[in-house]
């Protein structure tokens, strides 16, 4: 049982560049989350998929994509990366009735 | 929209006395389930405690409490007889239910709060 895995752990891109950041969940959790967490700063959260089929806007979505690919799989993609998405991505999952998210080890994006 | 808040920003700790960290929160959602994560400097999210909206007594885990006060929408965690081990950073978090009611919708963190425990 693996929990949630990101992937990569650690990216650096250059301005202009895009990628697609890999969240998968293990545990038949409905709704997943993708979080950015700057120096000395809490999450924000860039967006979240309720169930599988949906998505929607959080705190800070501008610049992001998501795709909730199935049950298991959301990912997050910057297009265009720029140096203001330099941080630490955490992607979490949940159930419902359950009384905890569990969080992937966070994916450390670097935009020169 | 829901919003959750920590207002402070760091607190120090002598070890093996109790700490309270405060949170408060605002939500229009009746229905709603307040949390405690631990960032150790590794970097990693540690669930603490777990408190529902409709839950008559406050959680406790361990050395950890929640003091849950509804009409105040506070949600403060108590940590008795701290170590140096409790050192890192403490985020208080909310979900609320999606539209339908049937998934969990935003789960939105506080700034957090930095504990530093001194021996």
């Known amino acids: 049982n693996a929990g949630v895995t990101q992937t990569p752990k650690f990216q650096v891109l250059k301005t202009g560049q895009s990628m697609t950041l890999q969240c998968a969940q293990d545990m038949n959790h409905n709704s997943m989350y993708w979080y950015r967490q700057d120096p000395g700063m809490g999450l924000r959260l860039i967006y979240y998929?309720?169930?599988?089929?949906?998505?929607d806007k959080g705190e800070v979505p501008n610049g992001y994509n998501v795709s909730r690919l199935n049950k298991r799989e959301f990912s997050l993609r910057l297009e265009s990366a720029a140096p203001s998405q330099t941080s630490v991505y955490f992607c979490?999952?949940?159930?419902?009735?359950?009384?905890?998210?569990?969080f992937g080890q966070g994916t450390r994006l670097t935009v020169v | 929209a829901q919003k959750i808040t920590q207002t402070q920003p760091g607190m120090f700790v002598q070890e093996k006395e109790a700490v309270t960290l405060d949170c408060t929160y605002d939500t229009s959602d009746p229905s709603y389930g307040l949390f405690w994560y631990k960032q150790p400097s590794s970097g990693e999210m540690i669930f603490l405690i777990y408190?529902?909206?409709?839950?008559?007594q406050n959680a406790t885990e361990g050395r950890y409490s929640l003091n849950f006060q509804k009409a105040r929408k506070s949600a403060n965690l108590v940590i008795s007889a701290s170590q140096l081990g409790d050192s890192a950073m403490y985020f208080c978090?909310?979900?609320?239910?999606?539209?339908?009611?049937?998934?969990?919708?935003?789960?939105?963190f506080g700034q957090g709060t930095i504990l530093t425990v001194h021996p």
């Open positions: 998929s309720a169930s599988e089929g949906t998505t």
């Open positions: 408190q529902g909206s409709y839950d008559q």
């Open positions: 978090a909310m979900r609320e239910m999606d539209a339908g009611g049937t998934s969990y919708g935003k789960l939105t």
């Open positions: 979490a999952s949940f159930k419902i009735g359950h009384t905890e998210a569990f």
